[in-house]
């Protein structure tokens, strides 16, 4: 169990390491968006026609973390990683269901203050 925990920790570190140009903040608050993004809902999706596996990562807090999860997701699909066990390639992408399910409403964006917080 303490291996598990070293290794989970040091790709804690590295996530950091790697966030910290794209973020600005202190590692503590960089740690927290990291908290946050593995608390948070994200759809798999396997396709083994292109041979890759997809995880889109939904909509987080607000806007800076979600910008900060769409530079992590740059900087994971650079790496090309394969998913273990398969010759799948993890692909990161981030959606944002919330706004595309304004833009398809009736709903003027000025009614909707919650908005200003995505």
Do not use: Q
Request: aromatic share 6%; net charge positive.
């Amino acid at each position: 169990m303490n291996t598990i925990r070293m290794i989970a920790y040091r790709s804690e570190c590295a996530v950091v390491n790697a966030l910290i140009p794209h973020f600005g903040r202190s590692e503590e608050e960089i740690r927290m968006l990291l908290k946050e993004i593995t608390k948070n809902d994200a759809d798999l999706i396997p396709d083994n026609t292109n041979k890759t596996f997809t995880v889109k990562l939904h909509s987080l807090s607000t806007l800076r973390a979600n910008n900060a999860a769409h530079n992590l997701c740059a900087i994971l699909n650079e790496m090309e990683t394969t998913f273990p066990g398969t010759d799948l390639r993890m692909v990161y992408k981030k959606c944002n269901h919330i706004l595309r399910e304004i833009r398809s409403s009736e709903v003027p964006i000025s009614r909707l203050p919650w908005l200003y917080h995505i």
